[in-house]
């Protein structure tokens, strides 16, 4: 998943040039400790939350692009699974009293009969 390495990346250098451009100006005036650090990470975050929603847009639609295909991949994959399935007839461990049933009712190998003594 190469958009989503790359968008993250993208992401994580963008709060650090955030975190270090705020170091950079206020280091001077600030005690730095590690409550001015969290503080100071906190902002990072914020501000660079709000510049990635503007300036990575275009990592961000290919990143959910590449998910809706993969997403559309899987779901079809699962399509095609289940109609051989009902295409094969019942699937293993059913027994209903239908038609097509492989093992007679009752049978021990059938996951939904109750144990005997409940």
Known sequence: MKAFGLYTLARLGLFALVYGLIWLVFGQWLDWNAVSALY????????????????????????????ARRAQ???????????????DG??????????????????ATDPHRTPPGR
């Open 73 to 87: 991949r899987a779901r079809r994959s699962f399509e095609s699974r289940r109609a051989a399935e009902d295409a």
């Open 90 to 107: 019942d699937g293993p461990g059913r027994n209903d009293g239908e038609p097509g049933d492989r093992r007679p009712p009752g049978d």
């Open 40 to 67: 100071t990470a906190f902002i990072a975050m914020a501000i660079s939350a709000i510049v990635s929603a503007f300036a990575l847009a275009g990592l961000r639609a290919r990143l959910a692009g590449e998910v």
